[in-house]
């Protein structure tokens, strides 16, 4: 079932409370199990032309262990660095972050089998931040946005690569910053947040050492009403609906404004569409 419609003006607000999502606590390792751990030395080999303001971050990742299952520690200014698996680790990884430098792929631990220090040898990439902007936002939709995260996809210049996708949130003071991103890929950003219409922007290839700057600005979408009725006029319930908004004619993208399912009676509410073209449709698995 496929309806085309027009929205044209904002139909109603809505504001809800939303709690930001938080993630299993770390565990930090005790001194008596850092005294039995397995501590590993290593060297970050640094390239040429590091920007001043970096800073890495090297962390043994052993996950799912029942000690600890992660230790990072700060790399020192001259590259080097000591962190430690867990006793019973066996294997691991030794991954590395920072906000240009990143590694193609982990260096890979083996207890009793990787000798001597470990050099990492990472590449610089680009780092994209800027600021959210909700100007004239309620406290409980602000919350909406604190507690999402701004999506990037990177599409290879060349061919041959394949897609990057990150995910990043989004802090306090309204900004995010999305690190080491490599280069030879054209950016697209997008953020779904509430009652605000969905953003999507095309953002250039970001330089390696190099920062850019893309502040988003969300605008508040309407919120859209129905019901999925059958042929005998009863409603569907359990159906799926989408909605698609064509209303922005500079966005790259039709912008996906997200799918609902239907109550009892067949009723669907969907928040922040754009004002504009909407192409909406139904589905019951």
């Not at 290593?42 to 971050?57: C, F, Q, S, T």
């Not at 991954?95 to 050099?119: A, H, N, Q, V």
């Not at 779904?192 to 979408?221: E, I």
Request: glycine share 10%; proline share 6%.
């Amino acid at each position: 079932m496929r309806i085309h419609l027009l929205l044209v003006a904002l139909l109603v607000f809505e504001v809800l409370s939303s709690a930001q999502t938080v993630g299993p606590a770390s565990r930090t390792p005790s001194v008596e199990q850092l005294q039995k751990a397995q501590w590993v030395e290593g060297r970050v080999v640094l390239p040429k032309d590091v920007p001043a303001d970096e800073r890495l971050v090297v962390t043994a990742d052993a996950t799912g262990l029942a000690e600890f299952d992660q230790m990072s520690v700060d790399v020192g200014a001259d590259g080097r660095f000591r962190v430690a698996f867990a006793a019973d680790a066996t294997r691991g990884h030794v991954r590395l972050m920072g906000r240009y430098l990143f590694l193609d792929s982990s260096s890979i631990w083996i207890s009793g089998e990787t000798k001597g220090p470990i050099e990492l040898h990472p590449v610089v990439g680009g780092l994209l931040r800027g600021h959210v902007k909700v100007n004239g936002a309620e406290a409980r939709e602000t919350a909406e946005v604190l507690a999402t995260s701004v999506e990037l996809e990177g599409t290879p210049l060349a061919p041959g690569s394949v897609a990057v996708r990150r995910s990043v949130r989004i802090d306090d003071d309204f900004a995010y910053e999305a690190p080491a991103l490599p280069k030879g890929y054209q950016w697209t950003v997008a953020l779904v947040a509430g009652p605000f219409a969905p953003l999507v922007a095309d953002v250039a290839d970001v330089s390696p050492g190099q920062t850019m700057t893309a502040d988003l600005v969300l605008t508040r979408g309407a919120r859209l009403r129905g019901r999925v009725l059958d042929a005998d006029g009863g409603g569907v319930a359990g159906a799926t609906v989408h909605v698609i908004s064509h209303g922005d004619p500079l966005a790259p993208e039709p912008a996906d404004c997200g799918k609902v399912h239907t109550g009892g009676d067949g009723s669907f509410e969907i928040r922040g569409v754009p004002v504009g073209d909407a192409t909406v449709w139904s589905a019951r698995e």
